[in-house]
């Protein structure tokens, strides 16, 4: 009924740029535009950190770590939402969750994620 598949991860040297998608499927993303779409990561011995969300309303926040490095942007008509990271640094290595929330109806799922590596 609900499923959101992230892809676009992998191994990137530092300096470098990478697209991550979430794509959304099921029926409770039939309206996929009044949800508010998150990226999370978690990296080896950390919390699970917010990286950037946007809401229905098309307005964006990131972690401060990311900011002016990451892009966030949305797709209702595709049900995927992006995330657009450059001038990755070896911090930025972990696994990268989506998020879709709804609190209006209780709603709220994850991804399975995707491992973003930054190394050289």
């Known amino acids: 009924q609900a499923q959101l598949v992230e892809s676009g991860g992998g191994l990137v040297q530092p300096g470098g740029s990478l697209r991550l998608s979430c794509a959304a499927s099921?029926?409770?993303?039939?309206?996929?535009?009044?949800?508010?779409m998150g990226w999370y990561r978690q990296a080896p011995g950390k919390q699970r950190e917010l990286v950037a969300a946007?809401?229905?309303?098309?307005?964006?926040n990131y972690a401060d770590s990311v900011k002016d490095r990451f892009t966030i942007s949305r797709d209702n008509a595709k049900n995927t939402v992006y995330l657009q990271m450059n001038s990755l640094k070896p911090d930025d290595t972990a696994a990268y969750y989506c998020?879709?929330?709804?609190?209006?109806?209780?709603?709220?799922?994850w991804g399975q994620g995707t491992q973003v590596t930054v190394s050289s």
């Open positions: 946007i809401t229905s309303g098309g307005f964006t």
């Open positions: 998020n879709a929330d709804q609190k209006v109806f209780g709603r709220n799922y």
């Open positions: 099921g029926s409770m993303f039939s309206i996929f535009s009044i949800y508010t």
